[in-house]
């Protein structure tokens, strides 16, 4: 009897099927990543990146990168549907009532402006609110509501700039020696003060500047535009801009 010839079965090599996912996988993000570039609805990006990320094990998924965005485009802050520069412009103006709120309570409506700008928010006081002629002493009875104002600005995590200015009539008394020292240590005494305190704002955050009279708001041939011009600026700078930001 003859033997049967034994056919013994090929196997496939499958390894290519790996890699050759892999490729697809990749394909697939760049199709994403480029579709992004490509549109400007932070919502509708958002909605797919959370798509794609249950496709993908519910990992971080192609959009996102140790919890900061791949893509330079407007961040989205989580639950809200808006943009961080959003929520910022959105806590600014609420910030800017609420001063504006105080300083009408107080009185000083017309000796303390308050601005919201493409720089950030911008609290202007007349020098008259807070010091003597010629002095940097801060007067007493204006401390609490500076002590406000600080606490109203403690839930920000912008950079804070307290600014001095003084109009061009030099400075003629024995303690400073020009309009410089006047304006940069007016500021330093504001700086301290809106950093001291249960609600005081976080050094690190503030910073000061001197102008003396070199940025002048108005004219200094006028009583009235010399005293605009004397004054102190607290400057909370955003941390993101966009188009949308507008003047208030």
Same mark, same amino acid.
């Given at each position: 009897?003859?033997?049967?010839?034994?056919?013994?079965?090929?196997?496939?090599?499958?390894? +290519?099927?790996?890699?050759?996912?892999?490729?697809?996988?990749?394909?697939?993000?760049?199709?994403?990543?480029?579709?992004?570039?490509?549109?400007?609805?932070?919502?509708?990006?958002?909605?797919?990146?959370?798509?794609?990320?249950?496709?993908?094990?519910? &990992?971080? &998924?192609? /959009? %996102?990168?140790?919890?900061?965005?791949?893509?330079?485009?407007?961040?989205?802050?989580?639950?809200?549907?808006?943009?961080?520069?959003?929520?910022?412009?959105?806590? /600014?103006?609420?910030?800017?009532?609420?001063?504006?709120?105080?300083?009408?309570?107080? &009185?000083?409506?017309?000796?303390?402006?308050?601005?919201?700008?493409?720089?950030?928010?911008?609290?202007?006081?007349?020098?008259?609110?807070?010091?003597?002629? &010629? %002095?940097? @002493?801060?007067?007493?009875?204006?401390?609490?509501?500076?002590?406000?104002?600080?606490?109203?600005?403690?839930?920000?995590?912008?950079?804070?700039?307290?600014?001095?200015?003084?109009?061009?009539?030099?400075?003629?008394?024995?303690?400073?020696?020009?309009? +410089?020292?006047?304006?940069?240590?007016?500021?330093?005494?504001?700086?301290?003060?809106?950093?001291?305190?249960?609600?005081?704002?976080?050094?690190?955050?503030?910073?000061?500047?001197? +102008?003396?009279?070199?940025?002048?708001?108005?004219?200094? @041939?006028?009583?009235?535009?010399?005293?605009?011009?004397?004054?102190?600026?607290?400057?909370?700078?955003?941390?993101?801009?966009?188009?949308?930001?507008?003047?208030?």
């Amino acid at each position: 009897m003859s033997k049967k010839k034994q056919h013994h079965e090929e196997h496939v090599d499958e390894a +290519w099927l790996l890699p050759y996912s892999d490729m697809l996988t990749l394909l697939l993000a760049l199709f994403i990543v480029m579709f992004a570039m490509g549109k400007t609805d932070s919502a509708k990006l958002k909605a797919m990146s959370k798509s794609f990320n249950i496709i993908f094990a519910g &990992g971080q &998924g192609v /959009m %996102q990168s140790d919890g900061n965005s791949m893509i330079p485009m407007e961040n989205t802050s989580e639950g809200s549907g808006k943009s961080d520069a959003e929520v910022e412009q959105d806590k /600014m103006t609420e910030i800017k009532k609420m001063i504006e709120q105080e300083i009408g309570k107080e &009185g000083y409506a017309d000796k303390i402006k308050v601005e919201l700008n493409g720089d950030g928010l911008d609290i202007t006081i007349q020098d008259v609110v807070l010091f003597n002629s &010629g %002095q940097a @002493d801060v007067h007493q009875n204006v401390a609490p509501l500076m002590s406000k104002i600080s606490s109203m600005l403690h839930s920000l995590d912008n950079q804070i700039k307290v600014v001095g200015h003084t109009d061009n009539v030099p400075i003629s008394n024995s303690r400073y020696r020009s309009n +410089w020292e006047l304006s940069a240590e007016r500021a330093v005494n504001v700086r301290e003060l809106m950093v001291s305190g249960s609600y005081g704002l976080n050094p690190q955050k503030v910073s000061i500047q001197a +102008w003396a009279d070199l940025k002048p708001k108005a004219a200094n @041939d006028t009583e009235d535009g010399r005293a605009q011009n004397r004054r102190v600026e607290i400057l909370v700078a955003r941390q993101y801009t966009t188009t949308d930001n507008k003047s208030d």
